[in-house]
């Protein structure tokens, strides 16, 4: 079945750490999406794709880092993960037929000790 | 700058009610509009978009919009509201001339009585 999907869906990890936050999509999509959400605010866009080593920040400024070397596959980094990085991750996708409707992973929420 | 606003925080409906979200934008062009909703500790998921022609437009799980150009709004609504309703929706609008890329409101929590 086409989805997207996000792994870990949670993750609790201390100052200092790397991190890699996955995220999939079996759909095809070449356009992909990194969103931030604090808890009971607005989504607020940190990075986009447009396909295969194309990247671009988006609206909000973020220390994190992303990748696009295949399709399906836009994985977000932080090199030393900080408490003010705690939020909810959402990676999204969407196609260049039917570029604004986004289709959603289930987020993870990472909290940093 | 383009900006989504959704004033109601919190709602509280009881099942079987009605309800109506609203949503107001800013955006200097025609506007592409959506409403997602998100259930506790999910994704989003599209609910209804707005492109161009009808101003009501039909959605999922029986939801519907309005869009009032006069207005700036695109409210949402529902009949008769369900238990399982209960969530977070947001509205949202897209910068057709910059890549795709989508505002959302603040969102607004539905709490449903039973």
């Known amino acids: 079945e086409a989805d997207i999907y996000q792994t870990p869906r949670y993750l609790v990890i201390g100052t200092g750490k790397k991190i890699t936050l996955e995220c999939s999509q079996t759909?095809?999509?070449?356009?992909m999406y990194w969103y931030q959400q604090d808890p009971g605010m607005e989504l607020h866009l940190i990075h986009y794709s447009y396909g295969v080593n194309s990247t671009e920040k988006g609206d909000l400024s973020s220390e994190s880092t992303v990748s696009r070397i295949r399709t399906e596959h836009f994985p977000l980094t932080l090199e030393s993960a900080r408490p003010s990085h705690t939020s909810q991750y959402l990676c999204a996708s969407s196609d260049h037929r039917l570029p604004y409707e986004q289709y959603f992973g289930p987020g993870t929420r990472l909290t940093v000790t | 700058a383009q900006s989504v606003t959704q004033p109601d925080i919190h709602i509280t409906v009881s099942e079987g009610a009605s309800l109506e979200l609203r949503c107001n934008y800013s955006y200097g062009a025609t506007p592409y509009l959506f409403w997602y909703v998100q259930s506790p500790g999910q994704g989003l998921q599209l609910l209804l978009k707005?492109?161009?022609?009808?101003?009501l437009v039909q959605g999922i799980k029986g939801f519907e919009a309005e869009f009032k150009r006069s207005q700036s709004s695109f409210n949402l609504r529902k009949p008769s509201v369900h238990w399982s309703d209960a969530a977070e929706y947001f509205c949202?609008?897209?910068?057709?001339?910059?890549?795709?890329?989508?505002?959302f409101g603040g969102g607004t929590r539905v709490l449903v009585k039973p």
């Open positions: 759909m095809g999509h070449d356009k």
């Open positions: 707005y492109f161009s022609g009808d101003t």
């Open positions: 949202a609008v897209a910068h057709t001339a910059a890549g795709n890329k989508l505002t």
